[in-house]
């Protein structure tokens, strides 16, 4: 399906285009092919004279590939996109292509900063003039959307720095924190790469002189945006690694605790297997053995000489 859009009274309207003929009726400055089909890029073939190669959001292009012009005016823009959802964390790659005062973009799923942008350019007039202002706009939505999924790692990293710093962290718990500190360290390594890659394809887009002198300093800005989300990430990255440390230490004291107690008991149970020892040499010469209560003796000698070294232990507080 084909999402064309168009400029109506400083305010950007979406119609479904599922025709040649009802693409031919229309004058977008945004046209956002969602997963298209080889029937629906022969449609933008034959009406604009473009053609979209099949590999145009292939993630193995090389890096050199993912900026660049035609010699006909083609612009060619390759950037990722962050989809934050349920599921899970995830960058999606997006073919644009400028071409004779239209935005061609090309995606293999819906993604939540086009909805964000269609929402806002509906609602504020004049906020969208052309095809450039549609890809400024979208970058700006990305680095905003990039900012929300920052601000709900602040939110994640505090409820696990509750549970680790305010109470007991046993084996489970330290599973459970530890997995949610994973599932954000992605997250924050996503975002990282998506504003990497948006910085990237601001920075083609100024160096190619096709911005005015307002989508100029509106590319400036969002540069800045970008610079402010990177000192942000690395924080996060720093709390992250302090939450990991400390799960990890918790982790070595419960199992030192363990260790402990094994010890213990293997000191503690070390003269009464002596005693038993001894006792169980086949020698004739030992008196205890037709003593009456030698057998009592010997349990009871067993005895006390585990409970000694528990004793001692537990003064010395080492059991604790």
Known sequence: MLNVFSLANGRLFQEEIESLDALARVKPIWVDLDAPTPEEKGWIAQHYGLTIPQDVVDE???ESARFYEEDNG???IRS???????????NVRVAFILYKNVLFSVHAEELPVFRLLRLRARRIPALIEDAKDVLLKLYDADAEYSADALEGIYDSLEAVS???LKQDVNDQVAAEVLAAIAREEDLNGRIRRNV??????VSFMMRSRLLNAEQF????QILRDIDSLDSHTTFLFDKINFLMNAVVGFININQNKIIKIFSVASVALLP?????????MNFQAMPELNWRYGYAFAIA??????????LYFRRKGWLR
């Open 196 to 201: 990497m890659d948006t910085r990237r394809a």
């Open 301 to 310: 000698l067993m005895v006390a000489s585990v409970a000694a070294p528990f």
């Open 74 to 76: 083609e612009l060619h």
């Open 162 to 164: 509750a549970r680790v």
């Open 80 to 90: 990722d996109f962050l989809i934050d959802d349920d599921e899970r964390a995830r």
């Open 272 to 280: 009464p297997t002596l005693i038993a020892s001894i006792y169980g």
């Open 217 to 220: 300093e509106e590319a400036r």
């Open 60 to 62: 193995d292009l090389e």
